[in-house]
């Protein structure tokens, strides 16, 4: 564990860190007991007070999120490799999320130096302000999925904007948090002011939001987690940003450019193994090409390489651990009960090379209705269920008729067409033409259960920070004499 800049054990408290690739123990990390999320949160709240980081001028803590972004691309392939052990992620895409860790530091870095506050027009003789103050202690709880990238965009905006974070990690990917708590010291972040506690949900997670001198929660995870963290922010009235799950409809019309279609579903669901809170999950298919369309992703989904996350030229590793994995079977079974009829994958691969790790083959699922198990839960696997519409006004209510709202994509040559379905479609994003295209300058977060709140951006900063208004009188009569 980091705390106020110290590694700290605890041997009676362990996580075991676990391969999916092969089961194999990766290492074994201490899991924070309430005893350490005091000392964490207590070094968090004595960093923010301090004047080595409140006196830090923008342009200096500018600097410091610089060398971070330096320091998470001079250790890339480790950063890498912790994730693709933890997770199972291939290797070309957990270099790729370094990548865009690094970006992310950068990005915020440049917002920290340039964003300023503003003058707001005045009602009188005096000069009125609006300026952003952090909360001070920031609680940061992240899945396993995509950690570097979940991690970066909550640790960089929360350091611009001032606050002190203690970040809990899934227990499934300890390791990449750890390793940027070390390049984040190395940076030149004055200590306590990111400590980093892995440990489970039930035991860390709760402690650490629970603690009375946490003024924020930015959690990124399961829905249910979700509804769970803001039920004990609620009590607590303090602020919370919540990135949770979907099941994003992306949507086929009969006059898209086909083969570029099929090429974004197959990269929109099985990119990760699935494992991605924007898969685009369920999939609508303008009737009069559901054929030709499902003929074209079969045939897809049986040719992706599923291999070893390391193996050169892998598209698809296992999925992030056994359990997980059984989670994802007992869903497709689900669905055989209620009448799909599985086109492609629906098991494990055959084969001594996946005999120890927690494949699963890229399926497509087809024959179900909106109402189905398997459609309406989020499987956060490689799953693809595939269902037909027949014009923009059923398509509509079919897309929409679900708890999430995160994300969606639509393919069509019709600009019009195009436009109308994205403002109607009820996701945080839409696609168009294209799918799971993101850039750190765009804010990003969930409609309905999908999530309160929005990261990235510049505004991404002031998930982090509360406005002052000041106002200050010019009246020379109201100065001493
Ligand atoms: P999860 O909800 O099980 O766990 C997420 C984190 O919350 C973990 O660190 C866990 O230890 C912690 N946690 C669990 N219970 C807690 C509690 N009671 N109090 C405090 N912390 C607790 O999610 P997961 O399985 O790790 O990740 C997969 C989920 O994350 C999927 O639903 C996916 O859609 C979602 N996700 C969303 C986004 C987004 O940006 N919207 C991005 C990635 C993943």
Not at 49 to 65: C, D, N, S, Y
Not at 108 to 128: I, Q
Not at 155 to 170: C, D, E, H, R, T
Request: a negative charge.
């Amino acid at each position: 564990m980091l705390i106020g800049g110290d590694w700290v054990s605890c041997e009676q408290n362990a996580l075991e860190s676990v391969n999916p690739a092969d089961g194999s123990i990766n290492y074994r990390v201490s899991a924070a007991g309430s005893e350490h999320v005091d000392a964490a949160v207590a070094a968090a709240r004595s960093a923010v007070a301090g004047k080595a980081w409140r006196q830090m001028l923008p342009h200096v803590r500018a600097q410091v999120l610089s060398r971070i972004s330096d320091g998470l691309k001079a250790n890339a392939d480790e950063l890498a490799r912790l994730q693709m052990i933890e997770n199972g992620k291939v290797w070309s895409e957990c270099k790729a999320q370094v990548a865009s860790a690094a970006a992310t530091y950068r990005y915020y870095a440049a917002v920290c130096e340039t964003l300023g506050a503003e003058v707001t027009p005045s009602r009188g003789d005096y000069l009125s302000m609006s300026t952003y103050e952090p909360y001070g202690v920031v609680a940061a709880i992240t899945p396993w999925n995509s950690p570097l990238t979940m991690e970066a965009q909550k640790v960089a905006p929360a350091l611009a904007a001032g606050n002190a974070i203690v970040l809990k990690p899934s227990e499934v990917t300890p390791g990449a948090a750890l390793a940027v708590g070390r390049i984040a010291l190395e940076a030149g972040l004055p200590p306590g002011v990111l400590n980093v506690l892995p440990g489970t949900g039930a035991d860390t997670g709760s402690a650490l939001i629970s603690h009375p001198d946490v003024r924020m929660v930015s959690f990124t995870g399961g829905t249910a987690t979700g509804r769970s963290i803001a039920a004990v922010a609620a009590q607590r009235l303090i602020p919370v940003a919540l990135e949770l799950g979907g099941k994003s409809p992306h949507i086929i019309f009969d006059d898209a450019n086909l083969a570029a279609a099929v090429d974004g579903v197959v990269d929109g669901i099985f990119e990760g193994s699935g494992q991605s809170c924007v898969a685009g999950s369920r999939l609508f298919v303008q009737r009069s090409v559901l054929e030709p369309v499902l003929d074209a992703l079969v045939a897809r989904a049986n040719g992706l390489r599923v291999d070893l996350p390391d193996a050169a030229g892998a598209q698809m590793g296992p999925v992030a651990g056994f359990r997980h994995r059984a989670r994802i079977e007992s869903l497709v079974d689900a669905a055989r009960r209620e009448g799909g009829q599985i086109l492609a994958g629906g098991a494990r691969p055959e084969g001594e090379r996946y005999a120890a790790g927690a494949f699963y083959r890229p399926t497509v699922i087809a024959g179900l209705s909106n109402a189905a198990t398997a459609v309406r839960e989020e499987i956060f696997g490689p799953v693809l269920c595939v269902l037909p519409f027949d014009d923009e006004d059923d398509l509509i209510a079919q897309a929409n008729d679900t708890a999430f709202g995160l994300a969606a994509g639509v393919w069509t040559a019709n600009y019009q067409r195009a436009w109308r379905v994205a403002r109607a479609l009820e996701a945080g994003v839409v696609w168009i033409n294209t799918y799971k295209q993101l850039s750190i300058a765009t804010p990003f977060g969930g409609f309905k259960e999908s999530g309160i709140g929005r990261e990235k951006g510049v505004s991404g900063v002031r998930l982090y920070q509360q406005s002052k208004g000041i106002y200050w009188s010019m009246n020379p009569a109201n100065m001493p004499a």
